[in-house]
């Protein structure tokens, strides 16, 4: 009989013994799930607290503040100044690569978010927000380009009078000149195509920057001795601005590369970024303005 019994206890122990790792198993496999889970969670939240704003920016060739090669690769100020906002900002940059005119109507429709270059004028204001200070500043002209054989001079504002003028579309020059309703004006939908209606003799004059003219006529080999430039130029400090769409303005994250864009002025970034296009340094002084 305690025979019997020895063996019935270490039966039943045995039996203990193997549920207990039985549930033992249950318990750590319920566990890991457990963990996993967790870390799944944390991991989707953590995701979810880090979504990136797609930000859409204009680039038209202007060389050497914006330029867009054959490929369609884009470089530039905007390009530059954009990646280094993105360093602190989550955001994905997508730029799109269009002639000046194209940007400029995209812009004011919404399709794009961030344009760069712009002179601020009150037109401009009303069909876009531009941030400050602005990032570009040029002691330059503008200069009135003709053929290599004309033989007409453009003197004195005066002498603009039954000209055919190439303008870019959508741009912005001098007050006198944008306003006077009694020249004519040709739009062009870029400068390069510009200079191309002028070589064509579809227009007497090109009105252009003179250091972004110039600088074009290089890069795109433009033969110097096909055009001259006229006496006339006036001379003015331009102000190139970023500027958001109306719709993008309304959004919390404008106000963040505005903030951005404050920041990258008062540490030096902004400075160092536009000294590579030989443009002056941007002062903090210029925020408030």
Do not use: W
């Amino acid at each position: 009989m305690t025979k019997l019994y020895d063996i019935f206890v270490v039966f039943m122990t045995l039996g203990r013994l193997q549920y207990r790792k039985r549930v033992n198993v249950v318990m750590s496999i319920t566990m890991k799930q457990y963990f996993t889970s967790l870390l799944l969670l944390l991991a989707s939240s953590f995701a979810f607290a880090t979504t990136f704003e797609k930000v859409v920016v204009a680039v038209d060739h202007a060389p050497p503040y914006g330029m867009v090669s054959e490929s369609g690769q884009v470089s530039g100020a905007i390009v530059d100044i954009m990646r280094e906002m993105q360093s602190s900002l989550p955001m994905k940059l997508e730029f799109v690569a269009c002639p000046f005119s194209r940007c400029l109507k995209m812009l004011e429709q919404n399709e794009l978010d961030v344009m760069g270059g712009l002179i601020r004028t009150e037109a401009r204001e009303q069909k876009m927000q531009f941030l400050t200070p602005p990032y570009m500043m040029l002691s330059s002209s503008f200069v009135f380009y003709a053929k290599a054989d004309s033989e007409f001079a453009v003197n004195n504002y005066q002498d603009l009078v039954g000209k055919r003028i190439a303008v870019m579309r959508g741009a912005a020059h001098f007050s006198r000149f944008d306003k006077d309703k009694t020249l004519t004006k040709v739009e062009a939908l870029s400068e390069h195509n510009a200079f191309e209606m002028l070589l064509k003799n579809r227009v007497d004059l090109v009105i252009a920057v003179e250091e972004t003219a110039d600088h074009s006529a290089a890069i795109l080999q433009r033969p110097s001795q096909s055009v001259k430039k006229m006496s006339y130029r006036f001379d003015d400090v331009i102000f190139g601005h970023l500027a958001l769409s109306k719709q993008f303005a309304k959004s919390e994250f404008a106000q963040k590369i505005q903030t951005q864009l404050n920041n990258l002025v008062l540490d030096g970034r902004l400075t160092k970024i536009v000294a590579e296009y030989n443009l002056p340094a941007v002062s903090a002084a210029a925020i408030d303005n």
